[in-house]
């Protein structure tokens, strides 16, 4: 699977931002998707993970209430709303995906359970 993100860039404290991640190479359906972030000289962590039927969502509780994961199998692609956003949501945000074989409709919130990663888009929360 290849992802691409986008949609990354300098917001205000207080604004929004629609970070979107397209998928090509494998059928999309088959994989959970997620994303990450890693802001500078921190690790990464988990932000936010969609099952693959999109019916399943979980959230990190540091954007619970802020943040929208959705997903468009008909056009393989997986997107989060970022609202209310703070100068501790910059960082350099990565879709991924993964699959467990015989493990339907999950969702993960481990990044050694994503298989593949975009190159990530960076964003920058101003103050």
């Known amino acids: 699977v290849q992802l691409q993100a986008s949609g990354g860039g300098l917001v205000q404290a207080g604004g929004s931002l629609r970070l979107s991640c397209e998928a090509s190479?494998?059928?999309?359906?088959?994989?959970?998707m997620g994303w990450f972030r890693q802001a500078p000289g921190a690790e990464r962590e988990f932000v936010a993970g969609i099952s693959q039927s999109g019916d399943r969502t979980r959230y990190a509780d540091s954007v619970k209430g802020r943040a929208t994961i959705s997903r468009d199998n008909a056009k393989n692609t997986v997107t989060l709303q970022m609202n209310s956003m703070k100068s501790e949501d910059t960082a350099v945000y990565y879709c991924a995906a993964g699959r467990i074989f015989g493990l339907i409709n999950a969702i993960q919130s481990s990044d050694s359970r994503y298989n593949y990663w975009g190159q990530g888009t960076l964003v920058t929360v101003s103050s």
């Open positions: 190479g494998r059928t999309f359906i088959n994989y959970y």
